[in-house]
């Protein structure tokens, strides 16, 4: 399978992604691997709004309900990979107020 949208991204940029099944299709579908614990965390970028129905809302609900994180922006991703690779420790963050506007 040819990977796409956000898996293609991270692959051209030297991160390994692989896509996986839409919603229900097939084994190893999303909520098969949510279910299963084969993941760590989830990136799904929103493209066509954030209504119900659509697959990317029931993902992004059911890492939620699962207490799997789930980036929904790829500079979010882009930071965790850097803090990763610096070996930054949980215990390094400070977090920040960035203030309500």
């Not at 691997?33 to 970028?45: C, V």
């Not at 980036?71 to 107020?97: H, N, R």
């Amino acid at each position: 399978m040819q990977p796409h949208g956000t898996a293609n991204f991270l692959n051209e940029n030297g991160v390994e992604a692989q896509t996986v099944q839409k919603m229900w299709e097939g084994e190893d579908s999303i909520p098969e691997l949510i279910q299963s614990g084969k993941l760590n965390f989830i990136i799904n970028t929103p493209t066509k709004g954030k209504h119900e129905s659509r697959d990317g809302f029931k993902i992004r609900r059911l890492a939620v309900e699962s207490k799997i994180p789930c980036f929904t922006a790829l500079d979010t991703v882009s930071a965790l990979y850097e803090a990763l690779e610096k070996g930054t420790k949980e215990e390094d963050l400070k977090p920040i107020d960035i203030g309500i506007i």
